[in-house]
Structure formats: structure tokens, C-alpha cells
């Protein structure tokens, strides 16, 4: 091969190349909303569903999942939420992911004002910035929640995604306002704040309502902290024992708390929230090859499905492709029959 005809093949080689490179992996976008409650501007990491746009099916809407801590988790659990909402396989419908990107975490994620003092100067307040949480519910329920129902295609089901001071957030948002979002996720949440008042908040509210909300569902993970034996945060695992005890004595909440063994309180929030979602939507899922044998259930199941979670759902207009694609490729002629009616029904062509 001469140097001439070299350099023409990595010429060609490179151009080829490098012009593939410029195709991107989009996730989502940043935006910018000012909020007057908190008086300052927040940035907003948005996610939207693969099918979203898809221009072959009826415009869509979808649950929304808020996330708090969104600079940390947005990346992985968008591509979570969308591994788990695959068809045929979904655990969980295709949803909208909203990462909400922090300012001052303390601040917006603690529910009283610390009174804490330094072991080391007595005259310093730790986490003196602390005490905020209910303005920032204001920001989520007020202006951020109305900008997304406003802008995208939304369902009336949100779920709550927190993390330490984010689940610490998440229960005590479930505590004081549990109409606000349908699931709350409260990953190694800091209970031990503030003299465990969150636990007293729980047995307060048990003592003025008996039982916890109907169609809520709340999910809280425990890491296995390594440090516990150094007496790092016995009192995080005590207070998230003790909230444990008292849910499930209550027994009237669709809760789910799961001890994660191996994670440690800055990884466990990866596999727990995988958990999360599959519990929260717990009965989504159907079997393609028994709705062969029997095309009604797909129907009785997402009615329990919509019964439980106190709000309706009907299967994707995409999943019923899949379902009708699947069923003539089999030849079952019937059960074809009955999903080209059903999609007929739920999703006409000309709506």
C-alpha cells in the first residue's frame, strides 16, 4: 500500500468515524424555573419516555416521578425507568423522570430548625441552615408540579424520590401532606434528625388519623453501614428500626422496608430504587402467552392494578402493538381479534 493510498483510506477512515461520533445518547434536557416561594431559580433535569414522541401512536400521558438530589441520581435512573417500563416486560408504565438539581440541601430537606452543637465548639450550630422543608413542598406542590402538568403530558400518579435528607424529606412530606404525590421512596432516609422528631410526627399522625391513606405506598431501604459497628450512625439504624415497628404494627399502609446487606448508606439507593419502582407498581405486569389463553384478563388485571393504586390505567397503545403482533405470529386469531377491538376502543385513530 503506497503512502498515497494510505493516506486516502484514513482519510475516508477517519471522516467515517469521526461523522458517526456526532450521533448523541440524549436522556433529557435542563431547565431553568424561578421559583418566588424560594426566591431564586432552580434548575430542573427532565426525562421524558422513549414513546413520548413517537408520531405512530396517540399522544400519550404518563406518571411523573420526582427526584430529589437529581444532579446525583438523574443519569442511572432514567435509564432504570426506562429499562423497567420495556415491553414485553414492564414492571412499571413509561414515566416522566424530573430530577430536581440542589441549591442549599439542608435547607430545603430538614424539617426543623437543628439546634445541634458542635462536639468541637459549642458556640458553632451544625446544619444552621436547616428548617426549610416545608417551603421547598410549597415549591414542589405549587409551581414545580403546575410547570410539569402545564408543559408535558402528564397522568394524575407522581412518586417521591429521596435519599438521606431526601428521605427524611420524602416521609415527613408523606406525614404532613400524604395527598400530594400517590408513592413516597425514602432510601436510607435520616430519621435520627433532630431527636428522631419524624418519629414523633408517625405516632402523631397515628394517634389523630388510626390509619395511614389509602392507595399510598411508601417504600423505605436500610443500608448495611459497615460503620455502624465504629458508632457511626447507630442512630440513623435505630430510628429507621423504630419507624419500621410502628408502620408495620399500624399495618394499614401498602409499605415495604428492605434491609440492603452489602450497601453502605452511599451506594444503597442504586438497587433500592430498582425495588422501589417494582413495588410501587406491584400487579402492573402481565403474562403475553396466558392472555392467549385468556384476552379478558388483560383487562381484569389492569382494573385491579387501577383499583389498588387509586387511579386508572389502561395498557400502552404500544404494548397492545406488541400484544396484537405477538398474537398474530402465533396464530391465535381470537385473541387478535379481541386486542385489535380493545385498541380500537381505548385508542381510536382519529381522537
Known amino acids: 500500500m503506497n503512502n498515497w493510498f494510505k493516506f486516502l483510506y484514513l482519510s475516508v477512515f477517519l471522516s467515517c468515524t469521526f461523522g458517526k461520533a456526532q450521533d448523541k445518547v440524549v436522556i433529557g434536557e435542563k431547565l431553568t424555573l424561578f421559583s418566588t416561594i424560594l426566591n431564586e431559580n432552580r434548575e430542573i433535569w427532565i426525562h421524558l419516555p422513549k ?6 401512536i396517540n399522544p400519550a400521558q404518563y406518571p411523573v416521578i420526582y427526584l430529589l438530589d437529581g444532579e446525583i441520581n438523574f443519569e442511572y435512573y432514567a435509564g432504570m425507568a426506562d ?3 420495556r415491553t414485553p416486560y414492564a414492571d412499571i408504565p413509561e414515566s ?6 440542589n441549591t442549599e440541601r439542608t435547607r430545603d430537606l430538614t424539617p426543623t430548625k437543628s439546634q445541634k452543637k458542635s462536639p468541637v465548639n459549642p458556640n458553632v450550630i451544625l446544619f444552621a441552615d436547616s428548617g426549610g422543608s416545608e417551603n421547598f413542598t410549597r415549591f414542589l406542590q405549587e409551581e414545580l408540579k403546575p410547570f410539569i402538568h402545564k408543559n408535558y403530558r ?9 435519599h438521606s435528607f431526601g428521605g427524611l424529606f420524602a416521609i415527613n412530606t408523606f406525614l404532613a401532606h400524604p395527598d400530594y404525590f400517590n408513592a413516597y421512596v425514602a432510601n436510607d432516609p435520616s430519621l435520627w434528625w433532630d431527636q428522631k422528631v419524624t418519629i414523633s410526627r408517625t405516632k402523631d399522625f397515628l394517634e389523630k388519623n388510626k390509619k395511614f391513606p389509602a392507595h399510598t405506598s411508601l417504600y423505605v431501604s436500610q443500608a448495611d453501614n459497615e460503620e455502624q459497628q ?3 450512625n447507630s442512630d440513623m439504624t435505630q430510628a429507621i428500626e423504630e419507624f419500621k415497628e410502628i408502620v408495620e404494627k399500624n399495618g394499614s399502609l401498602n409499605y415495604k422496608h428492605r434491609f440492603f446487606e452489602g450497601e453502605v448508606h452511599g451506594t444503597v439507593s442504586y438497587p433500592a430504587n430498582y425495588e422501589a419502582l417494582k413495588f410501587v407498581y ?3 405486569r402481565t403474562n403475553i402467552k396466558q392472555l392467549a389463553k385468556e384476552p379478558q384478563l388483560l383487562e381484569k388485571e389492569y382494573n385491579l392494578f387501577s383499583e389498588k393504586l387509586g387511579v386508572g390505567f389502561n395498557p400502552s397503545e404500544t404494548y397492545l402493538n406488541v400484544v396484537i403482533k405477538f398474537m398474530k405470529s402465533n396464530d391465535f386469531k381470537n385473541a387478535e381479534n379481541y386486542f385489535i377491538n380493545l385498541k380500537s376502543r381505548l385508542y381510536p385513530k382519529n381522537r
Request: glycine letters at 10%; charged letters at 20%; aromatic letters at 16%.
Open 96 to 101: 416522566i423522570v424530573v430530577g430536581i438539581k
Open 230 to 232: 465504629k458508632n457511626w
Open 154 to 162: 402528564t397522568q394524575a400518579y407522581s412518586v417521591l424520590v429521596g
Open 51 to 56: 414513546t413520548y414522541d413517537d408520531k405512530s
Open 83 to 85: 429499562f423497567l417500563a
Open 282 to 284: 406491584k400487579g402492573f
